[in-house]
């Protein structure tokens, strides 16, 4: 297993955008899938998004439309560009190994990166 850094957030107006990196310290390899998740104030944490080996990609209700998320195998990364960001976005968003019905792989979650959408 790797270790994983989100990085990328910041505070942003709504309706503006943040792209969000997640890096390995060593390489993602293809046959890994690879998400997303997010926790808003007040809220458990959510899958946002997933990429599966053959990156095949699967989005919450939520984000569809305005998120996308991508890999990098060679790089050791994956990414979550996110448009049109609204105050629902607001929330620490963690990546993990795992797809969208296998659930987080990775035991230990890293710091995750924070998002903050004003009105």
């Known amino acids: 297993q790797v270790q994983l850094m989100e990085s990328g957030g910041g505070l942003v107006q709504a309706g503006g955008s943040l792209r969000l990196s997640c890096a390995a310290s060593?390489?993602?390899?293809?046959?890994?899938?690879m998400a997303w998740y997010r926790e808003a104030p007040g809220k458990s944490r959510e899958l946002v998004a997933s990429i599966s080996t053959g990156s095949r990609t699967n989005y919450a209700n939520s984000v569809e439309g305005r998120f996308t998320i991508s890999r990098d195998n060679g790089a050791g990364t994956i990414f979550l560009q996110m448009n049109n960001l609204t105050i629902d976005d607001t929330g620490t968003y963690y990546c993990?190994?795992?797809?969208?019905?296998?659930?987080?792989?990775?035991?230990?979650w890293g710091q995750g990166t924070r998002v903050t959408v004003l009105e």
């Open positions: 060593g390489s993602i390899r293809s046959i890994n899938n």
């Open positions: 993990n190994m795992g797809g969208w019905y296998d659930g987080p792989s990775l035991p230990v």
